[in-house]
């Protein structure tokens, strides 16, 4: 198999890129391509991390993290990429292995160099063209005017009880509300160790308002309270979680069509 080599694409990019741009520029044609979407191109098999390998998986997503696996292989698949999944065992021993490495080199150590080593070490193992390195973490969120923003994710709380209101004479009001949610960070290699991205996506909240309160006929909106609740599963909206995979992944793959009009139709959509 021909192998990926970032290093290449860079050292004859920039003269073939000028040149390649200038003309663009000049035709009014399309711009030249990037080094993710030249490694999107010649990319053919994809290895998977196991999720979370250089880290805890945060224990609140610990039983629904199985559907961002998933999403995530599902969505390699659709852009017709052959995917390895990488064991957990073998993945984390390899990943100790890569950051021992870093150590004795008297460097300091960082994610960075540490995954670069570790998609060198895989290579000795698997025959491959880029390695994805998933890693899903928790952080808590302001909601400003019912909705929750966060790592380039927009996305309306659900707000439980929310049919004891009247609009003529209660707004609910979610400026001080803060909610757990979950996003990704995914790391790019070539199978060399050359670094092709990273980015991070949200990918949905975990948590919900719900509202109580209300006195007499009128049920005095002064009366009302929320409490803050974790959803049951914690991830478990499909829409939403395959348009963050999609978002964490490009410009590397392109985004897909339906994946835009699918996450629109969910209330989340990208910042």
């Not at 990273?198 to 005095?220: M, N, P, V, Y």
């Amino acid at each position: 198999m021909k192998r990926l080599r970032l290093a290449q694409i860079r050292g004859l990019g920039p003269a073939l890129l000028l040149v390649v741009g200038a003309f663009g520029c000049a035709a009014g044609g399309p711009r030249p391509p990037t080094a993710a979407e030249i490694a999107s191109r010649d990319a053919r098999v994809v290895v998977v991390a196991p999720l979370n390998v250089a880290s805890s998986l945060p224990v609140e997503i610990e039983g629904s993290s199985e559907i961002v696996a998933k999403t995530l292989v599902g969505y390699l698949q659709e852009h017709g990429k052959e995917v390895r999944i990488l064991g957990f065992r073998l993945g984390r021993e390899l990943w100790v292995n890569a950051t021992t490495q870093v150590s004795q080199t008297g460097k300091k150590r960082s994610f960075e160099a540490a995954a670069s080593v570790y998609a060198r070490e895989i290579a000795k193992q698997v025959d491959y063209d880029v390695l994805i390195i998933p890693t899903l973490y928790i952080q808590n969120v302001q909601v400003l005017s019912k909705y929750a923003r966060w790592d380039g994710t927009k996305e309306p709380v659900r707000i439980e009880g929310k049919q004891m209101l009247k609009k003529k004479d209660y707004a609910f009001d979610s400026a001080r509300g803060v909610v757990k949610a979950a996003s990704m960070m995914a790391a790019v290699f070539a199978s060399d160790g050359s670094e092709i991205q990273s980015a991070k996506r949200g990918l949905q909240t975990i948590q919900h308002f719900e509202l109580s309160g209300g006195t007499g006929r009128t049920r005095d909106p002064s009366n009302y309270s929320f409490s803050v609740e974790s959803n049951s599963p914690p991830l478990d909206d499909a829409p939403k979680i395959r348009a963050g995979v999609a978002g964490v992944l490009s410009p590397f793959l392109p985004v897909l069509e339906a994946v835009e009009e699918g996450a629109e139709a969910q209330g989340a959509e990208p910042e």
